[in-house]
């Protein structure tokens, strides 16, 4: 299916583990961006990439590590899990920079006890 | 004080009202300004995006910008119950970009 998705939906981990959060689109764009949603906050960006293997961060990257060895992938992993880091994550496709014109998964409400 | 301000509602409105949805930045360097809708536990989707200051129409939904006061709306007309969702406004400039905390919007049939 063309498009952007995300795996897995829900996710309950434990503080301290390491998870990685996926995500895979179809478009061939170059960018794509992985943002958390907290209620109050809207989306803060984590981390973007604008090629297989160029990435940056963004607003909020303390704690969390990505990696783009392919254009259409770009896995999220938080190294140990804090509460703090629950959240609902979604990740981002554009050709554009910035994502003017962004398209969006579907979110991984990730909850750490 | 946040680099872009939204009133997070909630809105009620009946079928049939205009809507207006608002937010204010403070990064004059915005030079892109877009319109989100979310749906409950979706992802957003682009509505409309403006580049610098003007209008844009789409159908029921219109995007206006003000450079000089800092100031972005979405105007819904004849808004449906179909509409009720969450609006997010994003800006981007200068390699950033921000999103509002988005409006909640619910269009009582």
């Known amino acids: 299916d063309a498009g952007i998705t995300q795996s897995p939906r829900y996710k309950i981990t434990e503080t301290g583990r390491q998870v990685t959060l996926m995500c895979h689109q179809t478009?061939?764009?170059?960018?794509m961006f992985w943002y958390r949603q907290d209620l109050g906050h809207g989306l803060r960006l984590i981390y973007y990439?604008?090629?297989?293997?160029?990435?940056d961060k963004g607003e909020v990257p303390d704690g969390y590590v990505v990696s783009r060895s392919k254009t259409e992938n770009f896995p999220l992993t938080l190294e140990s899990a804090t509460r703090s880091q629950t959240s609902v994550y979604f990740c981002?496709?554009?050709?554009?920079?910035?994502?003017?014109?962004?398209?969006f998964g579907q979110g991984t409400r990730l909850t750490v006890v | 004080q946040k680099e872009v301000e939204q009133d997070p509602g909630p809105l009620s409105v009946p079928e049939g009202a205009i809507v207006s949805l608002n937010c204010t930045y403070s990064?004059?360097?915005?030079?892109?300004f877009m319109w989100y809708r979310q749906y409950s536990r979706k992802g957003p989707e682009l509505l409309m995006y403006?580049?610098?200051?003007g209008n844009k129409e789409d159908g029921r939904f219109t995007a206006q910008v003000d450079k000089s006061s800092k100031y972005i709306s979405l105007f819904i007309r004849d808004s449906q119950p179909s509409d009720s969702a969450t609006y997010l406004c994003?800006?981007?400039?200068?390699?950033?970009?921000?999103f509002g905390a988005g409006t909640r919007l619910t269009v009582k049939p």
């Open positions: 990439s604008a090629a297989a293997d160029i990435t």
């Open positions: 990064n004059s360097a915005f030079q892109y």
């Open positions: 981002a496709s554009s050709e554009v920079q910035m994502n003017t014109e962004a398209f």
């Open positions: 994003a800006m981007s400039g200068n390699n950033d970009m921000r």
């Open positions: 478009w061939s764009h170059s960018y």
């Open positions: 403006t580049y610098s200051s």
